[in-house]
């Protein structure tokens, strides 16, 4: 049976590390504490609480990010612990609130529980900045919070009581990888074969455990993958090289085509869907846009998910730049459209669609620098999501209706990846003889 797996996001840390890890001396810590004592209290081994100061949690010296991809891909339902210091001084409650605001705009059931906490933050305080951007509205949150008794009252608002939970459990992205993966080891795989193929592959954050069954390994694979996304590729490949006899090529490809993009911060693709809630372009930089990377951020950005179009345009000009858009629907249709004809089959279309411009022409001019036409685009589909791909740097600054894709690509990552897709691809080629 599938545990319920809980999400905590907090900020308990202090700048004095004497006091930072004793309760008695750190409210943040000591509620956070009781938090976890009273939700094991009210809901036992029904619910698997993923946080970082847990027993269980996070191992000391561990690459907390690396671990921070397992989990904000896996859990079922998450709540923020909005204290004032997580509000205007943590970094990483900031990310992981905009990772599960993307999980939550990808899965309009997945709970999402901001918690604000009595004497620091207020609801105002969720309208500013980057929580404002995300949705994590004064309307969503659960307010005056004072104990851990309070936050589980909340808690069991949301998520009702024990013998409720498996009905509220749905799949997860890692659940889906996890799902590709087995069924690429599904058929001629023994066991042996696993532990072998598992002993290749190496590196500090490894799962501890070894696979002794198809199930086991494909949790641990899926894991690993997750946890190594720099890696990811050479890891598959590692894998795949050492199964015998072969698996199917067919799923092989399969999950080459979900793991490619993994390498893609989770934090940085999730802008792209939620764009849609504030309506601004987004400015994204990269040297191999919009040939690669684009198309790997927004695999990214909807994982294991075909309901959108990519639009890649080429001109900042702005006849050409509609003729461009125009043209990517009008090869699909048997009959002749003219232009208002193509626009409305573009703004009823059914899937998503994100249309890729660059940001600048070769003299100079461009998008960034023309709100007239940003707002023209706006206007003439107002469903539709902008990326404007600046070359090697964001800049510093942007006009108000745009915003940055960050944080930022580092265009030595983006190189690498593009090298680490090329092999990979060519290794398939070999290894299956065509």
Wanted: include cysteine.
């Amino acid at each position: 049976m599938t545990v319920f797996k809980l999400f905590i996001s907090h900020s308990s840390r202090l700048d004095d590390p004497e006091i930072s890890n004793d309760p008695d001396q750190n409210p943040n810590l000591k509620l956070l504490l009781d938090v976890i004592y009273d939700i094991k209290n009210e809901y036992g081994d029904a619910i698997e609480i993923l946080v970082d100061k847990d027993e269980k949690g996070l191992p000391a010296g561990h690459d907390w990010e690396k671990r921070l991809n397992e989990w904000l891909a896996e859990c079922h339902a998450a709540v923020i612990l909005l204290s004032k210091r997580a509000i205007e001084n943590s970094n990483w409650v900031k990310k992981e609130a905009a990772i599960l605001s993307w999980r939550r705009e990808l899965d309009k059931n997945f709970l999402l529980i901001p918690i604000l906490l009595q004497g620091q933050t207020t609801p105002d305080d969720l309208e500013k900045d980057l929580f404002g951007t995300l949705r994590i509205s004064k309307d969503q949150c659960i307010r005056d919070v004072n104990t851990g008794q309070d936050v589980l009252n909340g808690i069991k608002n949301a998520l009702g009581e024990k013998e409720t939970l498996q009905g509220k459990i749905r799949l997860t992205p890692f659940d889906r990888l996890q799902v590709v993966v087995a069924k690429l080891l599904a058929e001629n795989s023994d066991s042996n074969t696993l532990k072998d193929a598992w002993d290749e592959l190496t590196g500090e954050d490894k799962p501890l455990w070894d696979p002794n069954a198809i199930t086991q390994f494909s949790h641990a694979l899926t894991r690993y993958l997750l946890r190594d996304n720099a890696n990811s590729l050479a890891n598959f490949t590692a894998v795949l090289n050492n199964i015998r006899p072969k698996v199917k090529q067919d799923n092989a490809k399969e999950i080459f085509e979900y793991v490619r993009s993994l390498w893609v911060d989770a934090k940085a693709a999730g802008c792209i869907p939620q764009s849609k809630t504030h309506q601004k372009f987004l400015a994204q930089n990269g040297n191999h846009l919009p040939n690669f990377t684009f198309k790997r951020y927004t695999e990214r950005a909807w994982p294991m998910d075909s309901n959108y179009k990519v639009v890649s345009t080429s001109s900042t000009e702005e006849k050409t730049l509609f003729e461009q858009i125009r043209a990517e629907f009008k090869r699909s249709q048997r009959i002749s459209l003219s232009s208002d004809q193509c626009d409305a089959i573009i703004n009823s279309y059914p899937r998503q669609i994100v249309i890729y411009i660059p940001a600048k022409a070769q003299d100079g001019g461009g998008l960034l620098d023309d709100p007239l036409l940003r707002t023209t685009l706006r206007h003439k589909y107002p469903k539709a999501i902008f990326v404007l791909g600046t070359g090697d740097q964001l800049p510093e600054v942007v006009p108000d209706d745009i915003a940055k894709v960050e944080p930022s690509l580092d265009v030595q990552i983006e190189f690498d990846q593009m090298i680490a897709e090329d092999n990979t691809a060519e290794f398939l080629k070999d290894f299956y003889g065509n």
